[in-house]
């Protein structure tokens, strides 16, 4: 069995959705035990995100951040159920919530007071807009918001979005990171050191890393490239023959190494083309003979020339071709990235709830492991 760092350590999860879902798993990975609370009857809103589901009316978008916790529901307008999510608090060492500011007061919980009544614990709240916005935050809006869109999509195109929620599951990260360093250093920690506040849209803004350093050394506006870089020439897409390659040239020495592996001797010997800003400069003389060329033979002999000589480079491939090299399961999704352990299968709706009501913190002694796998 592997190391699970993260063992004993208890966490409620009040979120739903991807962001905070996908950080509670990415803990549960590590070996946190995970109580998720869902809303009676209709749970957490991606149980509904479909199709596809599975043979047990699971959702895929469901399935994909929800394994290693425990589920039940509770309705916060119960006083019994309010009281078991007060006890189960108590007992916490990290509470996740993704509410609008006020909702939680409305029911009665107070996480300022939670905090300074149980000196161990940490509460990280997720928002859309950061922890006094009423704005739900969805990703496709904070994409919009973030500057992402403009600069993504073709270059005489429409802004586009990623394929990807990439906000949500970035924040996801920036909180699961937070929280770990809270963790560390929690002891003797003041309630405001104890509450982590993250939202999408600052996590996705700080994503932007070169492109807004760019903006803010140039002075100017960034714009689309479509496949192509703005500061790195050549780095982009490629048609070959039969399907398109990417190629990637992130120093001078590679530039050569490039050129000469496609037959482009003139390019490679060019001092006018020797290092990156006059590559740059000259990016359609460039790009032009590189896509003239690499249109003439397979994707597969580029690839296996360029890698040869230690350029990056790779092809596009589809989902199905990308899963070929990790561990995946259509119950329990990718293994985790960070290391960790696959304990159990993403629960259905209320599935511990009679464990968790009987025995509290103590029911993941009471619910077999159904999944082992170290990765």
Not at 80 to 86: F, G
Not at 210 to 220: F, I, K, L, P
């Amino acid at each position: 069995m592997g190391a699970l760092p993260l063992k004993g350590i208890r966490v409620l999860d009040l979120s739903r959705v991807l962001a905070g879902p996908i950080c509670t798993m990415m803990l549960g990975d590590l070996g946190a035990n995970i109580i998720k609370v869902e809303r009676p009857e209709t749970g957490d809103d991606t149980r509904g995100w479909g199709p596809p589901f599975d043979s047990r009316g699971q959702s895929a978008y469901f399935l994909s951040v929800n394994r290693n916790k425990l589920s039940i529901a509770l309705d916060l307008k119960r006083a019994d159920d309010l009281k078991l999510v007060r006890e189960l608090i108590g007992e916490s060492d990290v509470v996740i919530d993704n509410f609008l500011p006020g909702v939680l007061a409305r029911f009665g919980l107070d996480k300022g007071a939670e905090l300074a009544s149980n000196e161990r614990l940490i509460w990280c709240t997720i928002s859309g807009f950061g922890s006094s916005s009423t704005r739900p935050g969805y990703d496709f809006v904070v994409q919009a918001e973030s500057g992402w869109m403009s600069i993504t999509g073709p270059e005489a195109g429409p802004p586009t979005k990623s394929g990807v929620a990439l906000a949500d599951v970035i924040t996801g990260k920036d909180a699961a990171g937070a929280i770990l360093a809270t963790l560390v250093g929690r002891h003797g920690a003041s309630v405001t050191d104890r509450q982590v506040d993250i939202s999408l849209s600052h996590s996705a803004t700080a994503a932007l890393i070169n492109v807004a350093q760019n903006t803010m050394v140039s002075g100017h506006h960034a714009r689309r490239w479509g496949n192509a870089h703005p500061n790195l020439v050549p780095y982009q897409l490629f048609d070959a023959a039969d399907r398109p390659l990417v190629i990637a040239v992130g120093t001078d020495s590679q530039w050569v190494a490039t050129a000469n592996a496609l037959g482009l001797a003139v390019l490679a010997d060019s001092r006018e083309l020797a290092t990156n800003a006059a590559r740059l400069a000259r990016r359609d003389e460039v790009v032009g003979a590189i896509s003239a060329r690499v249109s003439t033979e397979p994707a597969a002999q580029w690839i296996d020339r360029l890698q040869r000589v230690g350029v990056p480079c790779g092809l596009v491939r589809s989902v199905q071709e990308a899963l070929y090299d990790v561990t995946a399961s259509a119950e329990t999704g990718i293994a985790p990235a960070t290391g960790g352990e696959v304990r159990y299968p993403p629960p259905l709706l209320n599935e511990h709830a009679s464990q968790i009501r009987t025995f509290y913190w103590s029911a993941f002694d009471h619910v077999p492991i159904l999944v082992q796998r170290v990765v």
